[in-house]
């Protein structure tokens, strides 16, 4: 009677669509019976929650005489950069044959590089008194599995501390695993004085 094993898979996963990663099912020795056996997707690193790969689950058939079949899984692209991750394709309840390798192991390999960092401009209206904030949105190219963390300062342009056009502002802005912005807000002092259009910075640094 023939054995069943199941070869492991490597692919990239892209950064958009799907993948397919395709599993060789073999036999041992060919046999003049049908030979059937149940395969099911499970979870490792890589998760159906995160929306990593496609759910599989049924019964391969493999012909008489007929020393295989595959098993496919689509993966999805995205652009997180993550560490490599891996499921399984588990094997069970064979039909003349027995199982030798019942656990195909699918490692899903990064592709996505380190993001970068960008800070957009704000434009305000500094109004008559009190503060209005202006909030500066800092934005990943793409996201990652890791906190991101990037220290931040103001610095004077035409408008100054001195003359108490804003409040300065500094620190250490965290941006959590897996989202793609956060937010940096500085305020900015009114006043009834006739002054043209000023600006200050704010400086990104130690990423």
Known sequence: MPSISIGDVTLAEGNAGTTAF???????????????????????????????????GGSLTIPA???GGTITVQVNGDTKREGDETFT???????????ADGQ?????TNDDGTPSITVADVKVIEGNAGTVNAVFTVSLSNTTDQKVSIDYATA???ATLAN????????TLSIP?????????????????FEGDETFTLDLSIP
């Open 89 to 99: 394709v588990n094997l069970s309840s064979p039909v003349n044959a027995t199982i």
């Open 65 to 67: 005489k007929t020393a």
């Open 177 to 193: 695993p897996k989202t793609a912005s956060a937010t940096i807000t500085v305020a900015v002092n009114g006043d009834t004085k």
């Open 164 to 171: 108490s056009d804003y409040a300065g502002a500094g620190g």
């Open 156 to 158: 004077n342009g035409s």
């Open 104 to 108: 195909g192991v699918g490692t899903i």
């Open 22 to 56: 395709t599993f060789s099912v073999t036999l041992s020795n060919t046999t003049d019976q049908t030979v059937t056996v149940n395969y099911q997707t499970a979870d490792g690193s890589a998760t159906l929650a995160n929306n990593d790969y496609q759910a599989q």
